[in-house]
């Protein structure tokens, strides 16, 4: 296993590239901690696959570097990289049965035959698939297919990293969520490095200790579930996690108070944003209705979404949504909302603010 270091890394699909625009991944200095489970979070096409597919080799990156614990491994190919790497759909040998295509990564690197015999037996059983070791590959359905290069891609304990790209497209979704499991408990077995794309951020949020999101080319915050959910630190980060994501509101803000279309919000602290484009953040979980503070509110509909109700309102036309329990009576005269200030982001040019007490 292995840290993963990206040194001013950048990519681009044209050969000469002008502009930022020109780039599918923008400069990019990242560490990759050894053992450790992340998963690589962001919209279709924002360069997730990009930057997967450097770390494996099988793209050369146009800048920068990327090292292997300390090794250089920038021009080195995919197989002297010692990883596995698991595509959104099947990648196995047809002619096979299933026993030999999991088998068929550590026969390559000459591995015991009698471990060979009881590594597949285990894999076969995370990814349930025992009972048909010895079928060919070609019946099978997609799904099955894709289980095992799943499987092969957890077969071997040797690897420098586990890279998966939205493996679990073509699974349905009760296997997507026990394939899920599985891979989270050989990452706690094995404590191998893994990088799990996805753009689901359920997916993302329950499967790694550190999620990277990424926007536009861009790494624009790595943390935990939980710092994501309270801090996001660009506003992207804010509306794509999070159902319904988080309300963004133009704001103009002076010392510890926020004025967005004429009314006062108090903040958790003073800040001086200097930027063309001043926001504030606050998660729907963090606003309630009330009859007699806070803001007024105009409510246009409310929706039951199971343990929630999700309140569809705007503040003199600019939509907010506020997020209440299931039980909560919601009266006619629930026409204002309040702002838990310590929830509060502002936002300077979508980057988040850190104010001053
Ligand atoms: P994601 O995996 O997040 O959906 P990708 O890394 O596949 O995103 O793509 C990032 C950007 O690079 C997209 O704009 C995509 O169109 C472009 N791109 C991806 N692969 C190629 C390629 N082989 N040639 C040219 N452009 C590409
Ligand atoms: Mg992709």
């Not at 003199?316 to 929830?343: H, Q, T």
């Amino acid at each position: 296993m292995a840290k993963i270091t990206l040194e001013n890394l950048a990519h681009s699909y044209h050969s000469k590239a002008k502009s930022e625009d020109d780039f599918a991944l923008k400069r990019l200095n990242h560490v990759w901690n050894d053992g450790e489970a992340y998963a690589l979070l962001g919209a279709s096409g924002c360069g997730k696959s990009t930057l997967l597919n450097i770390i494996s080799g099988l793209l050369i990156p146009s800048e920068g570097r990327i090292l292997f614990d300390d090794k250089d491994v920038t021009h080195l190919p995919t197989a002297n990289r010692n990883i596995a790497q698991v595509f959104q759909f099947p990648v196995v040998y047809d002619t096979m049965s299933v026993r030999d295509n999991l088998a068929f990564p550590l026969k390559n690197r000459k591995a015991d035959s009698a471990y060979i015999v009881e590594r597949v037996q285990k894999i076969a059983a995370m990814i349930d698939m025992e009972n048909i070791l010895d079928k060919k590959a070609r019946g099978l359905g997609a799904d099955e297919k894709q289980k095992i290069s799943l499987g092969r891609g957890m077969v071997r304990e040797d690897v420098n990293a586990l890279l998966f790209d939205e493996p679990l497209t073509v699974i349905d979704p009760q296997m997507k969520w026990q394939l899920r499991t599985q891979l989270k408990a050989l990452h706690n077995e094995f404590g191998h490095t893994m990088i799990y794309v996805t753009h689901d951020q359920t997916e993302a949020l329950t499967f790694a200790d550190k999620v990277v999101v990424m926007h536009e080319g861009c790494v624009v915050q790595i943390g935990t579930p939980q710092e994501l959910f309270e801090k996001p630190e660009h506003t992207f980060v804010g509306y794509f996690i999070g159902s319904p994501g988080m309300n963004i509101l133009k704001a103009d803000i002076i010392g510890n108070r926020a004025i967005v279309n004429g009314a006062k919000i108090l903040l958790p602290q003073s800040y001086e944003p200097k930027a063309s484009k001043v926001e504030i953040g606050i998660r729907p979980e963090f606003l309630s209705l009330s009859s007699t503070n806070g803001v007024p509110v105009q409510i246009e509909r409310v929706e039951d979404v199971g343990r929630h109700k999700i309140i569809r309102a705007n503040i003199s036309g600019i939509p907010i949504n506020i997020l209440e329990k299931e039980g909560a009576e919601i009266g006619s005269d629930m026409n204002r909302v309040i702002f838990n200030p310590e929830y509060i982001n502002v936002y300077a040019d979508d980057w988040r603010l850190e104010g001053r007490i």
